[in-house]
């Protein structure tokens, strides 16, 4: 077998290359030949080295036994040299004479095994021995340990394992805490809901962004400002727009600042909204804001800026808004002279009598109503020749005017028109209570259109005589029929409209949206009426199970907290097949604090639905398709509804089982929830 030596010099590497095995170890070289190159040097004195197996007698070797006995081992054979003189004849005595030159292969697997044997020996020998008595005394000691330490919970504990991401071990650990203690620390509850709301906040997930702003609102103080910065920053619109939604109701300088930069966004919404509340809290870049955003948007979106200018007020709006009053597109000079009556800026009243001789019907009917608005006395010489008009809805302003600035006269023109069907003549006659049997008349000889509009105004005037009319609106399939505000052409008259519902999904989408707000403003309007009356339409809405009113209704009845209301919603928290009305009246009931079992029953619900997200978007398909098999069935976005108002209701009882429900929901529920309800969480120990 083959064996390379290099020499580099004096105490230098060498490489021994053999079965693809490398070896580097250290030799000193001490030749004549190499001393005399040194220049006469003698050569490095060998460092000292342990007397291994010093008992035979064996002399310190050139190199290690260890690294010797490796190679040998392995296979190598090793010049005789490397043993240095006086020990050659101890390691023969050990084992063997070994010599290259020598054919010595069948005593080699001999003493190599003898070898291994040596040194296992070695090794047990030098280990320390333990009688059988002390191994047996060690599980007893082990469990006394054990019995004797208990585990102690602290607040960086749980805040730790919140920190780290175990939610449910953290929720674990705070209770423990409380148990040793005997109180609870609402301290670091707060904090554990705060380290959620930013774990939440750095996700990248839509929904869990969107979930942790609504915490973050729900909550409403400084501490959550970071988080609301970061959304209203985010890149998605929805998050953007929900940020500048919960910013909008905090009165603190730091978040109208954070409303300031969102309108660098490039989401054209974004910006409007965010210059919509910038107007609306008087900010002092508002106008500038304003001015800019009209500089760079089309001219089709050049309507909505008089109303933004009307709301923010100062001097130098103004002077904008009254240049909008004569702009060159008649649709801006129309929303101007609305929103300066709308927002009682009489400021501008010389200018609105002076477009009120316009030739346009349009500026006509804008400025005649706008003029009634304002109470403007030295314009019913106008206003009378106005109300003479031969275009409709520019008399009925006109007259209706009039008759707010004490003129009864005009009440004969109103109800001319509202005769001949007009729906905004027959709305305009719900501000005058002397037209009680006129309104009945109408409702009673016209259909659709004309008689939801007399039963409207019937209901405005408090009458009892439009209950059957109004049921009729509000119980529908929306599938068949929408109710739709609908304005005239100067935008000063408004009625509703009954329409089909569209067959595209996104418009149906709308315009269902759109009538169901129609309806909930019209049930609410209800509640004005006599309680025996408004108690009638609530048992014919329960009975019809027309869900979608549902929340609003319980809502009402909840707010009327009179006996005979209660007794409504005990009588429905049974309703058979009808989990929905069932659930909600419930809710009500716990939030009237009308007895534990109400308590109970909400915890169970909740419990139930722990594993549902709270905000989920509603998918608009046709009631139509497979409705009988879902009659009795809650969907997704009712659900989330009623889910939402129940923790709300929780968090808003302040009391420690609200507080415990919440925390099982967190620990055990839907993930997505637990942001969403951190806030909530936050806002019942506050």
């Known amino acids: 077998m083959e064996k390379h030596k290099i020499n580099f010099g004096m105490d230098k590497k060498f490489v021994i290359r053999n079965k693809n095995r490398i070896f580097h170890h250290r030799a000193t070289e001490n030749t004549e030949k190499e001393n005399s190159l040194a220049g006469g040097c003698s050569p490095r004195p060998p460092k000292p080295q342990k007397k291994i197996l010093g008992v035979l007698g064996v002399k310190p070797l ?92 602290s607040p960086s504990q749980a805040l730790f394992l919140m920190q780290s991401g175990d939610t449910a071990s953290a929720i674990s650990s705070y209770r423990r805490l409380c148990v040793d203690t005997g109180t609870d620390d609402y301290d670091t509850l707060k904090k554990m809901g705060m380290i959620l709301l930013e774990r939440g906040s750095s996700s990248r997930d839509v929904e869990d962004q969107l979930l942790t702003v609504y915490g973050a609102g729900v909550v409403a103080t400084t501490e959550v400002l970071p988080i609301l910065y ?111 009556a709308r927002h009682n800026r009489d400021d501008l009243l ?17 400025c005649a109503w706008a003029l009634g608005a304002l109470k403007d006395d030295k314009s019913i010489g106008t206003l009378k020749t106005l109300s003479a008009s031969p275009i409709d809805n520019v008399a009925i302003a006109a007259a209706a005017s009039l008759h707010a600035l004490g003129d009864d006269d005009a009440l004969d023109i109103i109800y001319h028109h509202a005769s001949n069907g007009n729906i905004f003549a027959i709305t305009a006659l719900g501000d005058i209570p002397a037209v009680e049997n006129a309104l009945v008349k109408i409702l009673s000889t016209t259909s659709g259109t004309p008689r939801l509009n007399a039963s409207v105004a019937l209901l405005q005037l408090r009458s009892t005589k439009c209950v059957d009319s109004i049921c009729s609106a509000l119980i529908n399939d929306r599938d068949t029929i929408a109710i739709l505000p609908h304005m005239s052409p100067g935008k000063a008259l408004t009625a509703y409209k009954v329409v089909m519902p569209p067959d595209k999904e ?181």
């Open 350 to 366: 010389p200018d609105i009598r002076a477009i009120a001789s316009d030739t346009s019907s349009l500026h006509q009917e804008a």
């Open 506 to 686: 996104k418009e149906f989408a709308y315009v269902t949206a759109t009538s169901l707000e129609v309806r909930k403003k019209i049930l609410a309007e209800a509640l004005h009426l006599p309680e025996k009356t408004f108690l009638t339409i609530a048992q014919k809405i329960f009975s019809a199970k027309q869900n979608d009113l549902v929340p609003t209704l319980v809502v009402l009845l909840e707010n009327l907290n009179t006996p005979q209301a209660i007794s409504l919603l005990k009588q429905q928290q049974q309703h058979p097949g009808a989990p929905l009305i069932r659930d909600y009246c419930n809710l009500a009931l716990f939030r009237l604090r009308q007895g534990e079992t109400y308590t109970k029953n909400l915890e169970d619900w909740i419990s139930r639905q722990q594993d549902h997200e709270i905000i989920q978007f509603q998918t608009f398909v046709p009631w139509g398709i497979h409705r009988q098999s879902l009659l009795y069935e809650l969907t997704p976005h009712e659900t989330s509804q009623l889910l939402i108002e129940s923790y709300q209701a929780l968090a808003q009882s302040h009391t420690t089982k609200g507080v415990n429900a919440i925390l099982d929901a967190i620990a055990h529920g839907n993930t997505k929830n637990s942001y969403a309800l951190a806030g909530l969480l936050i806002h019942s120990i506050e």
């Open 62 to 153: 050139a190199r290690p036994l260890s690294s010797l006995c490796t190679l040998w081992l392995c296979g190598e054979k090793v010049r005789s040299s490397e043993f240095g003189v006086g020990n050659r004849k101890s390691l023969l005595y050990l084992f063997g004479k070994i010599n290259r030159h020598h054919k010595t292969a069948c005593f080699e697997p001999c003493l190599k095994f003898l070898l291994i044997v040596f040194l296992a020996v070695f090794l047990v020998g030098c280990s320390p021995q333990r009688n059988d008595d002390a191994i047996a005394n060690d599980i007893p000691v082990v469990t006394t340990l054990a019995s004797e330490a208990p585990v102690e919970y």
């Open 230 to 340: 970061r959304a209203a920053m985010s890149e998605n619109l929805t998050i953007q727009l929900a940020a500048i939604h919960a910013l909008s109701n905090l009165s603190n300088d730091y978040a109208d600042d954070i409303i300031n930069r969102s309108i660098t966004s490039s989401y054209l919404a974004t910006r409007l909204e965010a210059t919509y509340c910038l107007a609306t809290k008087r900010y002092y870049t508002a106008l500038g804001q304003i001015e800019a955003l009209m500089a760079k948007s089309p001219e089709e979106l050049q309507y909505i800026f008089p109303e933004l200018l009307a709301i923010e007020g100062s001097s130098r709006a103004t002077a904008l808004l009254r240049r909008h009053l004569t702009d060159e597109d008649e649709t801006i000079r129309i929303e101007a002279i609305i929103n300066a």
